[in-house]
């Protein structure tokens, strides 16, 4: 009985070693293998600004009517804007730059809001202007044709990606320098880029300005573009040496 018994401790034995050489042998392989890695970075932000002039401008002025009936205010608000539209294509405004934003109709209620006394009716475009030097004289060809609401100018760039890619270079460069800085801060040196994202979007945003709209002018409505500016910002990511 004792002999059977030590040899079936040494079974277990054997069986328990048995099991675990296999863990042991996963656990100890190549180095790198692991999907580990104690590679040192350093991930830094750069920006740049894109300057420029606006090339266009997109004015949104309109025609507001009043009368005693529905029909009459219609019909005397689409003989206004034909006439602003036809003042405007006589200035040389094609079809393409003139879009109708908004067409409405309301009642206009008694003071006690217990009667309606008339209707409104409201015709207003977006007239899209390529030459910034004529911006005034439209809006005052308008005025003078008959359009008495004013939405304001919209300034942008007819080229949305306008010195971007300068722009994304010198950010990378910007961020280059604050890298190093940091890398020689630590004793270190910046190796390969690892990583490298555009973190912001570009493209220009319109510049919008209020103009106001009254009578015809006396004298040519002033209108000063101004200068579009837009920050473009990248993240990378470099290994330290």
């Known amino acids: 009985m004792k002999r059977i018994g030590l040899v079936l401790v040494g079974v277990l034995l054997g069986a328990v070693v048995?099991?675990?050489?296999?863990?042991?042998?996963?656990?100890?392989?190549?180095?790198?293998?692991?999907?580990?890695?104690?590679?040192?970075?350093?991930?830094?932000?750069?920006?740049?600004?894109?300057?420029?002039?606006?090339?266009?401008?997109?004015?949104?002025?309109?025609?507001?009517?009043?009368?005693g009936s529905a029909q009459d205010a219609m019909d005397q608000n689409a003989a206004k804007m034909n006439a602003v539209l036809?003042?405007?294509?006589?200035?040389?405004?094609?079809?393409?730059?003139?879009?109708?934003?908004?067409?409405?109709?309301?009642?206009?209620?008694s003071s006690n809001g217990n009667s309606i006394v008339g209707y409104q009716a409201d015709n207003e475009i977006d007239v899209t202007v390529h030459d910034m030097g004529r911006v005034g004289t439209v809006i005052d060809t308008a005025v003078g044709a008959g359009a008495n609401l004013a939405g304001g100018i919209t300034f942008s760039l007819s080229d949305q990606n306008q010195g971007v890619n300068e722009a994304l270079?010198?950010?990378?460069?910007?961020?280059?320098?604050?890298?190093?800085?940091?890398?020689?801060?630590?004793d270190a040196q910046v190796?390969?880029?690892?990583?490298?994202?555009?973190?912001?979007?570009?493209?220009?945003?319109?510049?919008?300005?209020?103009?106001?709209f009254g009578a015809a002018a006396t004298a040519p409505t002033p209108v000063n573009p101004p200068t579009i500016q837009t920050d473009v910002t990248v993240s990378v990511t470099w290994a330290l040496t």
């Open 18 to 67: 048995a099991l675990q050489v296999p863990s042991l042998a996963q656990s100890s392989g190549t180095p790198g293998t692991t999907g580990t890695t104690d590679q040192r970075t350093v991930t830094v932000s750069g920006t740049a600004t894109i300057s420029a002039k606006p090339d266009q401008a997109d004015v949104s002025l309109g025609v507001h009517t009043q009368a």
């Open 191 to 212: 190796g390969q880029v690892v990583k490298m994202e555009q973190t912001s979007n570009p493209g220009p945003q319109p510049y919008a300005e209020r103009v106001a």
């Open 169 to 186: 270079a010198k950010a990378v460069q910007d961020a280059r320098g604050k890298a190093d800085a940091m890398a020689a801060a630590a």
């Open 86 to 109: 036809a003042a405007l294509k006589k200035l040389g405004i094609g079809d393409a730059d003139l879009a109708t934003t908004n067409v409405s109709l309301d009642p206009v209620w």
